[in-house]
């Protein structure tokens, strides 16, 4: 059995304050006994999507460009955790490319009725949702949260739990707030010790 979880990194800023409540997040997963494959998109860019429409009919996608690595790992994995900062109340682009690439998923799960997720993984897989803001508002967060909704409905990953801390332009630096740091951790484990329990089953 995997136990494995795809943490998915949305900042290009390696150190930051969502790389290092991300980190924290990992090292809850992996404590509880799992493994991690990160993906650190903005470093590894995608194509977007080209609306081709050929997964309509096939399961992949059309553009040959490496994708389907991301694809494999997503399709193994027993649960997702996505990080990220908000960009203009949504999330940044390369991320965003990345979820419209998994479109395969969607029109395998709605259109061909043939979803890659087996119904008993489906069960088992969760996703975590860490997402940072600079400004003090608690409305920053509205587009994120329902894109990383879609996105855990379409790849079937249930939306279990989420990290959302704004006002960061006041805060500075995330260890400022050690108590988000050790949420991060927390629910990392919480999110890990529910796979553990499921496989073991």
């Known amino acids: 059995m995997t136990k494995m979880v795809a943490a998915i990194f949305g900042s290009n800023i390696f150190g930051g304050n969502t790389d290092k409540l991300l980190k924290e997040a990992i ?4 404590d509880a006994g799992c493994t991690v494959e990160r993906i650190d998109i903005a470093h590894h860019p995608v194509a977007s ?15 040959e460009d490496g994708f389907e690595k991301y694809f494999n790992i997503l399709k193994k994995a ?3 955790i996505v990080a990220t900062p908000v960009m203009t109340y949504g999330i940044p682009g390369a991320l965003k490319s990345f979820i419209d690439r998994c479109q395969p998923f969607y029109m395998a799960k ?3 009725k043939q979803p890659f997720i087996k119904p008993d993984h489906a069960k088992i897989r969760k996703m975590l949702f860490i997402c940072i803001g600079g400004m003090n508002k608690d409305d920053i967060f509205t587009g994120p949260v329902l894109t990383a909704k879609a996105f855990s409905d379409i790849i079937d990953a249930k ?7 704004n006002d960061m332009d006041t805060i500075g630096n995330i260890e400022k707030r050690p108590e ?5 951790y927390e629910k990392g484990l919480a999110l890990g010790k529910g796979i553990v329990n499921e496989r073991e089953k």
């Not at 090292?27 to 992996?30: A, K, M, S, T, W």
């Not at 050929?54 to 399961?59: I, K, R, Y």
């Not at 939306?159 to 801390?165: G, M, P």
């Not at 988000?180 to 991060?184: D, E, N, Y």
């Open 159 to 165: 939306y279990s739990d989420e990290l959302l801390q």
């Open 78 to 80: 027993d649960g997702v």
């Open 180 to 184: 988000v740091l050790a949420a991060a």
């Open 27 to 30: 090292r809850g997963v992996e």
């Open 49 to 63: 999507c080209m609306q081709t429409f050929g997964c309509m009919f096939e399961p992949r996608c059309a553009i």
């Open 110 to 112: 709605y259109y061909r």
